[in-house]
């Protein structure tokens, strides 16, 4: 399934294990698709339930981009959590995945 995600298609893959998981949920999964800015690029992938931000893929997920940028570079402090802050970009479009996939 696609859905449009600042103005770029995402293709959303979900495995029989997830649709399984997510058919059993009352209320929304939120895949939020993370990249942070650093010394290097990392991506990774947080799922909640605060929709705020989110665009609906349907009833029970959501999915949002949120870019962030660390405080300073420093491959000490990377971990799995550096210190971090929210990373506005004028023109998201071209760091948005082509695809999210969940199992």
């Not at 929304?28 to 705020?52: D, I, N, Q, T, Y």
Request: proline share 10%; with cysteine.
């Amino acid at each position: 399934m696609n859905i449009t995600l600042h103005d770029k298609t995402l293709e959303i893959r979900l495995t029989r294990a997830a649709q399984k998981a997510l058919a059993q949920r009352d209320t929304p999964l939120v895949a939020e698709m993370e990249l942070l800015f650093s010394c290097l690029l990392r991506k990774r992938v947080h799922f909640g339930e605060a929709l705020a931000q989110s665009t609906p893929v349907n009833d029970r997920l959501a999915v949002r981009f949120r870019p962030i940028m660390t405080r300073h570079c420093s491959v000490a402090e990377g971990g799995p959590t550096p210190p971090s802050d929210d990373f506005p970009i004028a023109n998201p479009r071209p760091y948005v995945p082509n695809w999210l996939a969940i199992d």
